[in-house]
């Protein structure tokens, strides 16, 4: 392993020529901390929020060029209740409000995957005035997947694709990639689930075909750069055949 001036937090031996290009995230386990501290679950959500900025910091200072969060599926803001979806939303509009400025500054792009044109409208309208956001000197891409859900984009695709008139025979896995979210962006490498589940819930499933998969018992709001380095310390350890 070669050594490294990048502030790793640890004292593994991570190589610092072979960091995965494009880390995805299922951020997991908000309630269940909130739960433990006797707290509401938004009080969860404020934590996890935190840390993911701590994290996506973190990425972008030893190197890593895409990180992928996992925010919100279709299922979580359509079966959640009322008060806590109000809650995620506020949260959200105030990240984006805050952030704007301070991403442009830092050389983080914001991204969305998902529909999020059908949230309410000062929800989307923050987003919008983010995702607009130019950058003198982007470092990383940050997407954040919002009323997402992996088979969902694969139909997305399929429909446009088919509005675009293209005929099967020049369908192949190089131009669904293109009408994909991630159109641009490596396939994730390593694909992190922090809360002790272990299943994908519809989450990049297109992209993931290759990837690693790094599943921990510790919750979302506790997954520090340390414990990320872990993932990325076990992941180049791995023997990545990607098929052969």
Known sequence: ????????????????????????????????????????????HK????????????????GIKNITVYALSTENWRKRSAEEVKGIFNLLIQVVKTKRLEYKKSGIKFFVLGNFQAFPFKVK???????????????????????????????????????DGVKASQVNEELVSKYLYTTGQPDPDLIIRPGGEFRLSNFLLWQMSYAELYFT???????TPKELEKAIYWYQQRDRRLGK
């Open 125 to 163: 309208n923050a987003i919008k005035k983010i995702l607009d956001t130019v950058l003198d000197n982007e470092r990383i891409k940050f997407n954040v997947a919002l009323n997402y859900g992996g088979r969902d984009e694969i139909v997305n695709a399929i429909q446009n694709i088919i509005k």
């Open 47 to 62: 934590a996890g929020a935190q840390n993911l900025e701590n994290i996506v910091n973190y990425c972008r200072d030893i």
């Open 1 to 44: 392993m070669k050594k490294s001036n990048l502030p790793f937090v640890t004292n593994l031996k991570i190589d610092k020529e072979a960091l995965p290009k494009h880390i995805a995230i299922i951020m997991d386990g908000n309630r269940r901390w909130a739960v433990k501290k006797g707290l509401k679950p938004g009080e969860g």
């Open 217 to 223: 018992n510790i919750l979302w709001p506790d997954f």
